[in-house]
């Protein structure tokens, strides 16, 4: 009788545990640039804010940074983006478009919260003062491909997101490629409570720990699962000759 080794363990649980273990090190990859990204995005936002405001230029401006605008409210413009929470009540943003003095553009300012009616068919009333006026706030661009249920095919001023190009096309003014979050007081009864981007770094970061503490799981399961499939001997039962 002689003993020989088993060196070929089945490939079906030797594949699985090496696709287990490589798909949640790229989860925990992933998750690991994520936190990367959003520390990146709120050590940008912390800077913008300590800066001070400045008037529009020549240059694009970058996200979060602080404008100082001067112009006059252009009436009848104003939209409503449905759907935002302020401390678990339902409401609107307020969006109305701003003439900037001097330069002839339109910048969209998101003036701030208010809340919905009971009955949806009332909508608030929102006053603009006229004459001239300064808004202080911060540069933000909407989301190219903001997340829907359904088509916002909404009619009237009220709308699911704030679209750009639907907006100029609908009015026909020559609005900026941004928006600005006000954050100057008004006697106008919105509410502007502009949380901090939630960066939300410890979240992606734990995610990732656990990405990776079940890809070290699945590498050392399978590295014993090896480990036994070698040292198994198998028996070969030869006749004496």
Do not use: C
Request: zero cysteines; hydrophobic letters at 40%; proline letters at 10%.
């Amino acid at each position: 009788m002689s003993l020989r080794r088993n060196a070929r363990p089945h490939p079906v649980p030797l594949l699985a545990g090496i696709a287990l273990a490589l798909l949640t090190l790229q989860l925990g990859n992933w998750q690991t640039r994520r936190a990367a990204e959003k520390a990146a995005l709120q050590a940008a936002y912390r800077v913008a804010a300590e800066r001070p405001a400045q008037p529009p230029g020549s240059k694009p401006p970058v996200e979060w940074q602080k404008l100082e605008l001067r112009g006059e409210w252009l009436p009848g413009r104003s939209i409503l983006i449905d759907n935002r929470v302020h401390q678990g009540h339902a409401g609107y943003h307020v969006v109305t478009p701003l003439q900037i003095a001097g330069q002839g553009g339109v910048v969209l300012v998101n003036r701030g919260w208010t809340a919905a009616a009971p009955d949806r068919t009332q909508l608030p009333r929102v006053d603009n003062p006229p004459g001239a006026i300064v808004v202080t706030g911060r540069v933000r661009h909407p989301d190219a491909k903001p997340f829907l249920l359904g088509a916002d095919t909404s009619s009237g001023p009220v709308r699911q997101t704030l679209d750009l190009p639907r907006y100029r096309a609908e009015t026909h003014l020559p609005v900026a490629d941004f928006y600005v979050q006000q954050t100057s007081p008004a006697a106008d009864g919105l509410i502007r409570d502009w949380p901090e981007p939630d960066a939300g770094i410890d979240r992606h970061r734990g995610y990732a720990l656990q990405w990776y503490a079940l890809s070290a799981l699945a590498t050392a399961l399978t590295l014993w699962y090896l480990w036994n499939a070698f040292r198994s001997p198998r028996h070969d039962q030869r006749k004496p000759v």
